[in-house]
């Protein structure tokens, strides 16, 4: 297992480091301007909730995070690390995982399978190794199971499900596998595109729960794009609020629910 | 018959034959293989072997097609790399390099040829897709053939009449009959399949699914589409140029004709009724692929007899009978007769229970 050390959560969360950073990101599509001008951070082992009304670019923002939207202009920096033109894959290498809106899991394998695909970029086993398995492959396969097994099915407590296939699973087991898969690349960074879009209650308490556990268990700094207030509110501790491509306010929860421009755009001017 | 599927360590959980039913089956077959190679009739070892050559090339495009999603019409020009590869480099190192050890030098450059020009002709797979890919592959089938046909060539290739082959030699085995040969294509067959297998459990074949499945988000895990795309029609390729090898071995000669489009087509076609992206769908969709002219040919010789006449109706007979197969497996059974076992198999495995 080749990856860095991670640093414990105490560390993280004290240490205060801007893990990830994105400066003056603009990016456009013809003529209409998904980002014009973002500028936050987030800090080492914190939420940071990313909102805003439909098409205000939440999801355009981290498509140019993860690598698959090239900005205009302005820079994505990880750990100091500029990464605006790495691939997607490159920058899930240096540690930065996420999860789709639409649930983009593999349909044709099951929910260990799928898991076992967060571990990828740890593994190095050849061309040769693999068509033998005998050996060095099954060495880190069996490694990389017991991994997963006692880090992410046992902690998202999806054990009973493990073998199915993810077709038979229900909307919110979904979305759960899905960031299991994310877990599984023990990221720095993770970036959550509405979690909890669909969900029922208790399922969105699950959810919750979850992301929170993760962020205190290994410390990861996630990136939350959601539309549940009450969750955003909640487990968020600094909120960026986009709208029409624009940042129209940063801050705590409470600085943001109160700022004008904030509930301007969520329910329009005050007649 | 309810199995029982508790397992008390993730190796024993992790094992391709997870129970004992499938152990007995293996076992059984690779018996059955030993006695059939050493007892079986001259007729059905012929049958057999062409069965085993093209099995092999099956559990390539299986690699490409079933697993990574890519779809070529142009494996062919593979299978022709590997026999023509294959004979060209034993007649240059005759008398340079022992007889004996010659097919274990040759065959790897022909399986390293063939991987080599799959690559390249994976390229055009980092920008298309789907139909777009098939196209494009098509033209690498023309291109081989073409090249083999070609004058300047023939003096090594032999051009349009083909060339007469080498008898492989494993260190001093000549293995100069039919029945030596199955025995040689059955050992490489199995093992063929089981390294597909093994591929397929690691990284490496998780990440073949990935980008099949969806390939942006086989990105964001860390997966490079550029190399797991070029090494999948890298695998593909050779596994197709191993089957060539084979392929020039077992005939005495080698004919262009043999490598076009039809036999391309007859590749994949061989996959969807056995059924995509399953270990054991290229093993069905082969029998299938070789046993329906048989059964057409020995059925019509029974019903018109043996005439010119009859002849000449019998081979269009057999086309048909082929395409249709093809249509109504395409339309009631996608994912081939893999697909039906294991529905049998699931029922069975329930049995006195619910079907399903």
Same mark, same amino acid.
């Given at each position: 297992?080749?990856?860095? =050390?991670?640093?414990?959560?105490?560390?993280?969360?004290?240490?205060?480091?801007?893990?990830?950073? #994105?400066?003056?990101?603009?990016?456009?599509?013809?003529?209409?301007?998904?980002?014009?001008?973002?500028?936050? @951070?987030?800090?080492?082992?914190?939420?940071?909730?990313?909102?805003? =009304?439909?098409?205000?670019?939440?999801?355009?923002?981290?498509?140019? #995070?993860?690598?698959?939207?090239?900005?205009?202009?302005?820079?994505?920096?990880?750990?100091?690390?500029?990464?605006?033109?790495?691939?997607?894959?490159?920058?899930?290498?240096?540690?930065?995982?996420?999860?789709?809106?639409?649930?983009?899991?593999?349909?044709?394998?099951?929910?260990?399978?799928?898991?076992?695909?967060?571990?990828?970029?740890?593994?190095?086993?050849?061309?040769?190794?693999?068509?033998?398995?005998?050996?060095?492959?099954?060495?880190?396969?069996?490694?990389?199971?017991?991994?997963?097994?006692?880090?992410?099915?046992?902690?998202?407590?999806?054990?009973?499900?493990?073998?199915?296939? #993810?077709?038979?699973?229900?909307?919110?087991?979904?979305?759960?596998? @899905?960031?299991?898969?994310?877990?599984?690349?023990?990221?720095?960074?993770?970036?959550?595109?509405?979690?909890?879009?669909?969900?029922?209650? @208790?399922?969105? +308490?699950?959810?919750?729960?979850?992301?929170?556990?993760?962020?205190?268990?290994?410390?990861?700094?996630?990136?939350?794009?959601?539309?549940?207030?009450?969750?955003?509110?909640?487990?968020?501790?600094? #909120?960026?609020?986009?709208?029409?491509?624009?940042?129209?306010?940063?801050?705590?929860? @409470?600085?943001?629910?109160?700022?004008?421009?904030?509930?301007?755009?969520?329910?329009?001017?005050? +007649? | 018959?309810?199995?029982?599927?508790?397992?008390?360590?993730?190796?024993?959980?992790?094992?391709?034959?997870?129970?004992?039913?499938?152990?007995?089956?293996?076992?059984?077959?690779?018996?059955?293989?030993?006695?059939?190679?050493?007892?079986?009739?001259?007729?059905?070892?012929?049958?057999?072997?062409?069965?085993?050559?093209?099995?092999?090339?099956?559990?390539?495009?299986?690699?490409?097609?079933?697993? &990574?999603?890519?779809?070529?019409?142009?494996?062919?020009?593979?299978?022709?790399?590997?026999?023509?590869?294959? &004979?060209?480099?034993?007649?240059?190192?005759?008398?340079?390099?022992?007889?004996? %050890?010659?097919?274990?030098?040759?065959?790897?450059?022909?399986?390293?040829?063939?991987?080599?020009?799959?690559?390249?002709?994976?390229?055009?797979?980092?920008?298309?897709?789907? %139909?777009?890919?098939?196209?494009?592959?098509?033209?690498?089938?023309?291109?081989?053939?073409?090249?083999?046909?070609?004058?300047?060539?023939?003096?090594?290739?032999?051009?349009?009449?083909?060339?007469?082959?080498?008898?492989?030699?494993?260190?001093?085995?000549?293995?100069?009959?039919?029945?030596?040969?199955?025995?040689?294509?059955?050992?490489?067959?199995?093992?063929?399949?089981?390294?597909?297998?093994?591929?397929?459990?690691?990284?490496?074949?998780?990440?073949?699914?990935?980008?099949?499945?969806?390939?942006?988000?086989?990105?964001?895990?860390?997966?490079?589409?550029?190399?797991?795309?070029?090494?999948?029609?890298?695998?593909?390729?050779?596994?197709?140029?191993?089957?060539?090898?084979?392929?020039?071995?077992?005939?005495?000669?080698?004919?262009?004709?043999?490598?076009?489009?039809?036999?391309?087509?007859?590749?994949?076609?061989?996959?969807?009724?056995?059924?995509?992206?399953?270990?054991?769908?290229?093993?069905?969709?082969?029998?299938?692929?070789?046993?329906?002219?048989?059964?057409?040919?020995?059925?019509?010789?029974?019903?018109?007899?043996?005439?010119?006449?009859?002849?000449?109706?019998?081979?269009?007979? *057999?086309?048909?009978?082929?395409?249709?197969? %093809?249509?109504?497996?395409?339309?009631?059974?996608?994912?081939?007769?893999? *697909?039906?076992?294991?529905?049998?198999?699931?029922?069975?495995?329930?049995?006195?229970?619910?079907?399903?």
């Amino acid at each position: 297992m080749s990856s860095a =050390p991670r640093a414990g959560p105490k560390q993280l969360l004290h240490g205060g480091g801007r893990l990830l950073k #994105i400066e003056d990101l603009h990016l456009s599509f013809g003529g209409i301007k998904a980002l014009q001008g973002v500028n936050f @951070e987030a800090n080492a082992g914190e939420i940071t909730g990313v909102i805003g =009304p439909n098409g205000a670019g939440k999801t355009s923002l981290f498509n140019a #995070i993860s690598g698959f939207y090239k900005p205009d202009r302005g820079r994505v920096s990880f750990e100091g690390q500029d990464i605006t033109t790495l691939s997607p894959d490159k920058r899930a290498a240096l540690g930065l995982a996420r999860t789709f809106q639409n649930i983009a899991l593999f349909r044709g394998m099951t929910v260990l399978d799928n898991i076992k695909l967060g571990g990828h970029t740890r593994l190095n086993t050849n061309v040769w190794q693999a068509l033998r398995y005998f050996g060095a492959a099954q060495k880190a396969e069996l490694e990389l199971r017991r991994e997963i097994e006692e880090q992410v099915i046992d902690f998202l407590e999806i054990d009973h499900i493990r073998k199915y296939p #993810i077709t038979m699973l229900p909307y919110g087991l979904q979305k759960r596998v @899905e960031l299991g898969r994310a877990l599984a690349m023990r990221p720095r960074v993770l970036l959550l595109d509405e979690p909890v879009a669909g969900m029922n209650r @208790e399922e969105t +308490a699950d959810m919750a729960r979850f992301i929170l556990d993760v962020q205190e268990q290994f410390g990861t700094t996630i990136l939350l794009v959601e539309h549940d207030m009450h969750m955003v509110m909640d487990i968020c501790s600094r #909120i960026v609020v986009l709208n029409f491509g624009q940042q129209i306010a940063s801050g705590t929860p @409470e600085e943001v629910s109160k700022n004008p421009a904030v509930i301007e755009a969520y329910l329009g001017a005050a +007649a | 018959m309810i199995n029982a599927n508790l397992k008390s360590s993730y190796a024993a959980d992790e094992r391709v034959l997870n129970n004992r039913y499938k152990q007995a089956f293996v076992y059984a077959t690779i018996l059955g293989l030993a006695l059939f190679t050493l007892f079986g009739n001259d007729y059905l070892i012929l049958i057999a072997s062409q069965m085993g050559i093209l099995l092999i090339a099956v559990v390539g495009i299986n690699i490409l097609t079933g697993y &990574t999603g890519l779809v070529s019409l142009g494996h062919g020009a593979f299978v022709a790399i590997g026999a023509y590869a294959v &004979t060209i480099f034993g007649n240059l190192g005759a008398g340079v390099i022992p007889a004996g %050890l010659m097919p274990f030098i040759s065959v790897p450059l022909a399986v390293a040829l063939a991987a080599a020009v799959g690559v390249l002709v994976g390229l055009p797979s980092l920008r298309v897709k789907g %139909l777009y890919l098939a196209v494009a592959t098509l033209a690498a089938n023309f291109i081989v053939i073409f090249l083999i046909e070609e004058d300047l060539f023939a003096p090594w290739t032999g051009g349009m009449v083909g060339i007469n082959t080498n008898v492989p030699n494993l260190l001093g085995w000549e293995l100069d009959t039919k029945r030596e040969m199955f025995g040689l294509i059955a050992v490489v067959g199995l093992v063929s399949l089981l390294a597909a297998q093994n591929l397929i459990r690691t990284r490496i074949g998780r990440a073949f699914i990935a980008i099949r499945d969806r390939d942006y988000s086989a990105e964001i895990l860390g997966i490079s589409l550029l190399r797991y795309k070029l090494m999948s029609f890298a695998l593909s390729a050779a596994y197709c140029g191993l089957a060539g090898a084979l392929f020039a071995y077992f005939y005495a000669r080698i004919l262009p004709e043999q490598f076009e489009l039809a036999l391309s087509l007859n590749l994949v076609a061989a996959l969807i009724i056995g059924g995509m992206g399953r270990t054991m769908g290229p093993v069905f969709g082969v029998i299938i692929v070789v046993m329906v002219p048989e059964v057409i040919k020995v059925l019509f010789g029974a019903l018109a007899g043996d005439s010119a006449g009859a002849g000449q109706l019998r081979a269009p007979l *057999q086309q048909i009978a082929f395409g249709v197969l %093809l249509v109504l497996f395409l339309l009631k059974e996608p994912l081939g007769i893999n *697909q039906i076992v294991d529905r049998i198999l699931r029922a069975a495995n329930r049995w006195p229970f619910a079907r399903g």
